[in-house]
């Protein structure tokens, strides 16, 4: 069942295990544990999204839990997705890490469960505790996070289980197209952290087409996300730019429009390059 008041919200892709994922989430990254997390996962769903995005490492399950059980929205309408950290990271310790995340959120299960990097060397083993706990059904969808093309190989011919979703660094400075086209090859939806350059949106050519349309820069790129076939999980707190973020669904960008916000690709990265970040 969905709220018929926000139907758009609750739509999205079906991923390649039959599990339905929101276009839209709200995304908790350096949102404070308490009063600020709690208080932007509970304007959120009332805005209408019923997507939340957190990560054992961003410190803040508990509050997402708890307004997740205080948001007055039945536990089988939302979609969480936490992540596995590289500490945690082998077969024995990230089931262990599960289970502490799932009893920090106070939830019986979560929607999708991702490894957050690839590390170092055991991002193989981690994939194969994915797969036993979504058999567990202690998570409904199984996935990864800033895996590049080689990392996917890996665990897909490892493993022969293909992720769901690969959640990356992806924004018009860094549209990632042949990570993009490999994985809509391989029915893998990619999920785009940081789709707000983080807040860096004073691009000539995003404050134009922002003109154009009549709407905001960040509106603009999230946009050009969707149409792309790209989920987006923006981060906010403040309850404005929560809803701002969400009106995104009553306009469309041109093809022009579009290839003008691909060429501004530069591979710019914001965050860590993960052949990098390897501990």
Known sequence: MTHPEHPVLNEGPTLRDGVQMPWLGLGVYKSKEGE???HAVKSAIAAG?????????????EGVGQAIRECGVPREELFITTKVWNDDQGYEATLQACETSLKKLGLDYVDLYLIHWPGK???????????YLQEQGLVRSI??????IHH????IEDSGVVPTVNQVELHP?????ELLQYCQEQGIVLEAWSPLMQGRLDHPVITELAAKYSKTPAQIILRWDLQHGIIVIP??????????NGDIFDFELSAEDLAQLDSLNENKRFGPNPDEFLF
């Open 49 to 61: 999204y019923r997507s939340i995005d957190t990560a054992a490492i961003y410190g803040n399950e």
């Open 173 to 177: 400075l860094n549209s990632q197209k």
């Open 36 to 38: 600020e997390v709690i």
């Open 152 to 155: 996917l190989r890996d665990i």
């Open 143 to 148: 996935g990864v996070s800033n895996f590049q």
């Open 121 to 131: 060397d055991k991002y193989k083993e981690t994939w194969k505790a994915l797969i």
């Open 235 to 244: 981060k906010s707190v403040k309850e404005h730019r929560i809803r701002e």
